[in-house]
């Protein structure tokens, strides 16, 4: 039975079928599920939050208008964040940023990381966010989508476009890159632990 | 079964990090097993750790409350989707359409489609032979539908 509130029990995939009925209440089911991750997404993409939201608009616009074109061999997710990688690409290239044409040898250096009394909850994401900003952005975009979105190998591959070995790669280059990055902070940490 | 090589092992725990059910669902068991063969192997995990934790401090917490506004009016604002749904009835309608404005058309058009009858003589003349083949045929002069060669 539908609720006025969606309906928490029913999967991602029959939800984009009521979605296709102009079912409002299984979209806000879907915005409530997917909006905070796919927002997080997009900044992470455009590294500009008026921009990222405009992009997290456009990917529910066409939830809503377009929910025939979801093919449900994927999952809802993917889907959902394939749209807004490509929303954010086409931003990117509008605004003449190289986005995803990464140079393999970019290793980025340290950055300063503060000490760890100040490196807590939200300070502590902040400097995580600072260090992935600083990362080539596909190697920033396979990290946030594994790492941060819970999404399985096969899936960020997808929603990246490329092949599960290809993104292998591209997150050992990345961890190894964020390692360098916060090698100050995980230092300081240890020196901290008793 | 799905075995792992000690270097695939590596390789997994550089690209995914020490927690196992982020890796690949295929060779997860595996590595379970090729760590409790090789307890060495979980150093790999644990120095992967720190990293993992700093990761984690960075998942998804919310959007703001103006946008989560602005997202959840959308359906209001924007226009109503194309009910896909209701294709299977939209078909047979536009066959029933085009039909009845083929009709149509062909009403229209009847004057081009009027038999040519002919003057009032051959058509009499034409009733006559056929009222003589009906009378033969009733006669049993099958002659009568005999083709000339």
Request: charged fraction near 30%; charge should be negative; hydrophobic fraction near 40%.
């Amino acid at each position: 039975m539908r609720t006025p509130q969606g309906d928490p029990a029913a999967d991602d995939a029959e939800l984009v079928g009521r979605v296709k009925t102009g079912d409002r209440s299984a979209y806000r089911e879907l915005l409530r599920r997917h909006g905070p991750g796919i927002h997080r997404y997009a900044e992470r993409l455009v590294r500009d939050p008026a921009e990222a939201e405009d992009v997290v608009q456009e990917t529910f616009l066409r939830l809503w208008l377009r929910a025939k074109d979801y093919d449900p061999v994927a999952r809802v997710t993917t889907w959902l964040f394939r749209i807004t990688h490509n929303l954010a690409i086409d931003r990117l290239r509008k605004r003449g940023r190289s986005a995803f044409t990464e140079d393999p040898d970019m290793e980025p250096g340290p950055i300063s990381v503060n000490p760890p009394a100040l490196l807590e909850g939200k300070q502590r994401a902040e400097a995580l966010t600072a260090a992935l900003d600083r990362l080539p952005p596909r190697q920033a975009s396979a990290l946030s989508l594994v790492h941060l979105h819970g999404m399985s190998g096969a899936e960020a591959a997808a929603v990246l476009e490329v092949s599960e070995e290809a993104l292998e790669s591209l997150l050992s280059r990345g961890r190894r890159a964020l390692k360098a990055q916060l090698a100050g902070a995980f230092a300081n940490e240890a020196k901290a632990t008793p | 079964m799905t075995t792992l090589s000690e270097a695939r092992f590596r390789k997994l725990a550089d690209a995914y990090g020490g927690k196992l059910e982020r890796w690949p669902a295929a060779e997860r068991q595996a590595a379970r097993e090729l760590v409790l063969k090789r307890p060495e192997l979980r150093a790999c995990l644990t120095e992967e750790a720190e990293l993992d934790a700093w990761l984690d401090s960075g998942r998804a917490d919310g959007m703001p409350a103006s946008l989560l506004e602005r997202l959840e009016a959308l359906p209001e604002t924007a226009p109503q989707p194309f009910p896909w749904h209701a294709r299977s009835l939209l078909k047979p309608a536009i066959g029933w359409a085009f039909a009845a404005a083929f009709g149509l058309w062909l009403g229209a058009r009847s004057d081009a489609f009027e038999l040519d009858t002919g003057s009032q003589d051959t058509i009499e003349a034409r009733q006559s032979a056929e009222e003589a083949e009906l009378l033969a045929l009733a006669a049993g002069d099958l002659g009568a539908f005999e083709e000339t060669p």
